[in-house]
């Protein structure tokens, strides 16, 4: 999730953009540049990679609020189908281990398998239901 555009790789507009690090960059979409892919403006994010054979899906939506929007859904971009993975797969910062990003990764998880919409919504539902943001805030 953001908006860097390195390597010609972005959604529509300005951005920020759920996208896939797929290793050559982030995708928004099976093309470097996916302007379907629009802009999420929320102060926190629920956001989905999903992978399955031929194709991958981009969720994303206001950790907040409301329900989640398909961001992309198709093939994988040229060179990555089949998808070959190798090495570890870390949550919250890029495979480089690099420090571009801005902002603050709370909670992540991985599962086998390819989920149904209803349980992508229930736990969109759920996250909302977290109260992200509301309440108070204790600094140690």
């Given at each position: ?15 920020p ?58 093939e ?31 909670e ?33």
């Amino acid at each position: 999730f953001g908006n860097s555009k390195v390597g010609g790789h972005g959604g529509g507009g300005d951005g920020p953009w759920v996208m896939a690090d797929l290793e050559d960059g982030l995708w928004p979409g099976n093309m470097k540049l996916f302007p379907s892919n629009t802009p999420l403006l929320a102060d926190f994010v629920t956001a989905m990679v999903k992978g399955r054979a031929g194709g991958f899906t981009l969720k994303g939506g206001d950790a907040q609020a409301g329900p989640l929007k398909n961001m992309y859904k198709g093939e994988r971009p040229t060179n990555y189908n089949p998808m070959k993975k190798q090495g570890a797969i870390v949550l919250g910062i890029g495979g480089d281990n690099s420090d571009w990003a801005v902002g603050t990764f709370y909670e992540g998880v991985m599962t086998s398998g390819f989920s149904s919409d209803a349980v992508d919504d229930a736990v969109q539902a759920n996250i909302v239901a977290a109260g992200y943001g509301h309440g108070s805030v204790i600094v140690v």
